[in-house]
């Protein structure tokens, strides 16, 4: 996806009992038509783990004909992990990639030392019209590999590890936790999980990395007492053990992983180290040095004022 600003986002601090440091509520956005809700970058969190960025995509519908439509913009250092729980998206890309990711699958693209890709509906979903659902998530690259040459990968669903017991169903889509270990490629330590609770149910996180926060995709959570809704993104303070409590049935996303080894900049639909980087980008971009999209055609999402890029913080 690409990034647009989006109005600033409600926070408030936890219980320390309970184990939540900070709760961020998400803000409204836009990416081709089509509203997203954002927790990360937030002005009160920048990052958890790796995880720069986060989009809740719908749930939305489109009539038959219509559908979404982000036109190739490029990206550099770092990578894009899309999780959908229904429609479909065509991704294509720079280094050829043509896929159809459905629910269930991983899309991961590292960019690098640059990328570009367009996301659309695919022609047999845009005729039949459909619904789009889910996570858009971006993964910023340790220093030691920012510059690495671009890189995509898809992993279907029966690829996942998926972990059963007392009324909590887990696919494990990145990194290690709860005895199961994903096939998905990770550039430093990260975590990545979706999660379906039954009523009355207790999923225990313990202590598995140094940063980590739940995402409340439909139900509420009580953790230590307290009670939180859908499109709350809680963040845990390190080293505590968590107990989310399901009273109805709830469906969240776990993330997280080591803190970033050096400073993190994002401007637009870069991460980097350094503005200077960023500002190298933003003026190759404009000049046309990225590399095109097979197959893409249409134009390209122009770059915003590179003015902005000195306000930016790490």
Request: aromatic share 8%; glycine share 12%.
């Amino acid at each position: 996806m690409s990034y647009t600003p989006c109005p600033g986002d409600g926070a408030q601090s936890a219980s320390p009992a309970s184990g939540v440091a900070l709760v961020i509520r998400p803000r409204t956005g836009d990416i081709g038509g089509f509203e997203v809700q954002r927790a990360l970058p937030s002005r009160t969190r920048r990052m958890v783990g790796p995880f720069v960025f986060w989009d809740q995509m719908g749930p939305g519908r489109f009539a038959p004909g219509a559908g979404i439509d982000v036109r190739p913009h490029p990206h550099i250092g770092l990578s894009t992990v899309t999780w959908l729980f229904s429609g479909a998206l065509q991704h294509k890309d720079s280094l050829g990639s043509d896929v159809v990711i459905t629910p269930g699958a991983v899309n991961l693209m590292t960019a690098g030392s640059g990328i570009v890709h367009s996301e659309r509906s695919d022609a047999a979903t845009r005729a039949a019209g459909s619904t789009l659902f889910g996570i858009q998530s971006w993964l910023a690259l340790p220093e030691s590999q920012a510059e690495m040459d671009p890189d995509f990968a898809h992993y279907d669903p029966a690829q996942l590890p998926v972990v059963d017991g007392d009324g909590v169903h887990t696919t494990l889509i990145m990194g290690r936790a709860f005895g199961a270990s994903s096939p998905v490629k990770t550039y430093m330590e990260t975590f990545y999980a979706d999660v379906s609770m039954t009523p009355a149910s207790t999923l225990v996180l313990p202590d598995i990395a140094e940063e980590r926060a739940c995402y409340i995709i439909s139900g509420a959570l009580k953790v230590g007492g307290q009670a939180f809704s859908a499109g709350d993104m809680l963040v845990f303070h390190p080293g505590a053990t968590v107990d989310l409590h399901a009273d109805q049935a709830a469906h969240i996303m776990l993330l997280g992983g080591a803190a970033m080894d050096g400073p993190c900049y994002i401007w637009w639909n870069f991460v980097a180290t350094s503005k200077e980087r960023i500002r190298a980008a933003a003026e190759d971009w404009a000049a046309g040095k990225f590399p095109p999209v097979p197959g893409d055609v249409g134009p390209g999402i122009p770059v915003p004022d590179t003015a902005l890029i000195d306000r930016i913080k790490a």
